[in-house]
């Protein structure tokens, strides 16, 4: 029982002395020399990324981070990493950079650096071409029925800011958006750009995001550590070429079902 | 196990899951009576009619007992559409329910007229009776002696079954108890709660149809 018990002392010691020995993010040329990219991906979001039937991660984040290693000139080794630990894991250097919707906010800002908006996320609305609705504020409105997912955010931002609004609440979201192509309700708030492959699937339904006064725009770029200017220059000029080329809104039509609903305007200068 | 419980997080919104449960019995006694129009006359088709009623009846009650409910209102909601027919949450619910419990009743109620013996009739025959005083006075009785208990119980399942219409959106005790918890995070309270307030719904279902019984009917029913 002792002789367990210091062991696995032993065994935490090593491995927070291991962690504390790799808080050091690897520079631009060590990655090249290496000749491996370490990236962290969360496969818990598809279609950013998912695990496909032979159990390997896909998505958008992998396709996108295989084209970055690609213009590097290096081999791609995909990280699996969780919401919560995605940050420790670029800050203590165990990979090069995080994907999975990192939404850059000066939060987060404060513990690691943002490269360049790889895209965007719509917090919308979407509806059908039938109703005239332009803004989302006009959503409040006793007449309105509302259709989510049960157990989302959007569920606490409407008793915020719609309490007037009628909510519908199914379990998934192929019902919800199911019920809004059959006319059950008027319109869904939601992250829109995830709802994609659910909308297509009702192909006679005239869809209508409202992308011109949306509740929030999420720009989303490609977390790194804190004071990896080299790389986090290189990856901006990655960004930017990707974007300029049109492989971004490929990739992202592949794997969402539809075109990026906000562009991330990035441009030639950084 | 270091779960802290914290019911203080669902008190507050015990009046919101009691309106929820309003609903609930509402679906269930809606459903139940349209459901016993339609046992009844099911009923009456199987034991009177011909052989071409009795078998569309018998289809249809195996149809119905024999595929889940939540699968029969799947098909209402999310089926018919397709086909034109638009119904709301509630209406899908109801008809659904409605449906299934016609099915079952009919099989029950069934049971029950077949339970009027041939010489019962011949007995109040040869007591001078006419057909109405026959229906009156010897099968009434004698149906709704025998068919309260099981009738009662389909009631019973009927008011627990409506947390189905939790599913498609119904804002039910189940339903409000889904929300709820998907808010709260506070599974063992809220669905704690949700159970008593089922649990006391059904008591006193119970209770009251027995005590009905036993008053109306001289049927052999326990009070508690």
Redesign the interface.
Known sequence: MLKTLISATVAAVVAVAGFAGTTVARPLEEIIKSGTLRVGVNPTLPPLAKFDEKNQIVGFDVDYATEIAKTLGVKLEVVQVGSPDRIPFVVSGKIDFVMGAMTRNPERAKVIDFTLPVHTEVFGILTTDAKPYKDWKELDNESVTLVQVRGTTPIKFIADNLPKAKVTQLDNYPDAVRALAQGRGDAMLDVVDFVGEHMNKHKDVKWKVLTEKPVDVYYCGLGVAKGSTGLKDWLNVAIFELARRGKTDAMWEKWFGIKMLYPTGVGPAF | MSYTLQFGQVWPHVPFLLAGALLSLQIAFLAFCGGLLIGTLGAAGKSFGGPTLRRGIDAYVVFFTNTPQLVQIYFLY?AL?DAGI?L??YAAVLIGMTLNAGAYLTEIQRAGFESVRQTEMEAAETLGFSRAQQIRYVILPHVARVLFPPLSNQYILMTLGTSMAA???VEELT?RA??LN??TFRSIEVFSVTALLYIVITFFATAILAVMGRVLFRARMRII
């Open positions: 999310f559409p638009l709301s949450s599913i498609f959106g339903g889904f929300n998907s808010q």
